[in-house]
């Protein structure tokens, strides 16, 4: 009690701050969810094309999210545990899609994996092509998501301590079974949250895939493109839908991550 009296003057400082930040954050967001025409809104939620961009969306982040799994959580492994030459700029590389405008970042991802670049031709010659498709999409939203994927899932690995995982190796474990069994469920908060925000940043994601994938149409594209076509009146239904499943989606997650970590 006496040290709370003590820093009662900056707490009530703090307090005035953080509210004043969460009117700011919260403010445009429910002038978005309860200003929307509702007859509009109510037909918006019947078109077809609104409710599958939605879902390629959610799915092409979801994609992502995997194979920023598979492919970042050996790189986070391997930064957050050894020690190498230029380790300092392969960490800085991880965060320059985070700083990069994304539009750029879209035509960079173009220039490689376009059909006239050679990885583009490889690909195509498997079938796969990412300019104007799904597979385009998940690339773009990887790109610029899988920073924050990443970087907590590094942070997750440098929290435990490497003589847990040594003793597990001296009880008979293989490297990978030690990396299964001690070192993922350790790190696993971290690594859900990883999971969870690069997930968000890809359903977000607009410029990299507006670049490389404008057709099929996922909801940010969607809504800049009636907003340039009709206006505000038919492109705020389509950002109502989007963020009323995100934030029914988030805040379930965040109440089951909180009952995880009461037990």
């Known amino acids: 009690m006496a040290t709370i009296q003590k820093y009662s003057g900056l707490a009530f400082v703090f307090a005035v701050l953080s509210v004043v930040l ?51 959580l050996p790189l986070a492994y391997f930064l957050a545990r050894y020690d190498f030459v230029g380790k300092e700029f392969a960490e800085a590389l991880i965060d320059l ?56 899932a590094k942070e997750g690995f440098r929290s435990i301590d490497p003589r847990l995982e040594r003793v597990a190796r001296t009880l008979g474990a293989t490297p990978t079974r030690v990396f299964w069994d001690v070192t993922i469920p350790l790190s696993s908060r971290h690594i859900i949250s990883g999971a969870i925000m690069m997930w968000a940043r890809g359903i977000s994601e607009f410029g990299a895939v507006v670049i490389l994938a404008y057709h099929p149409m996922i909801a940010p594209v969607l809504i800049y493109e009636r907003f340039n076509s009709f206006g505000l009146k038919y492109a705020q239904p389509v950002a109502v839908i989007l963020l009323a499943i995100c934030l029914i989606i988030f805040f379930t997650l965040r109440v089951i991550s909180r009952r995880q970590k009461m037990y």
Do not use: C
């Open 22 to 72: 969460l009117i700011f954050i919260t403010l445009p967001l429910f002038k978005v969810l309860f200003s929307a025409d509702k007859q509009i809104l109510l037909t918006t939620l019947q078109e077809q094309e609104v409710m599958a961009s939605i879902g390629l969306t959610l799915r092409a982040s979801l994609y992502a999210t995997i194979t920023g799994l598979v492919f970042g």
């Open 97 to 152: 899609p985070v700083i990069v405008p994304h539009t750029a970042a879209g035509i960079a991802l173009l220039s490689v994996f376009g059909r006239k670049f050679f990885l583009g031709r490889i690909f195509n010659s498997w079938g796969i092509g990412f300019m104007g498709s799904t597979a385009g999409i998940v690339l773009a939203m990887s790109f610029v998501s899988l920073p924050f994927l990443v970087n907590a």
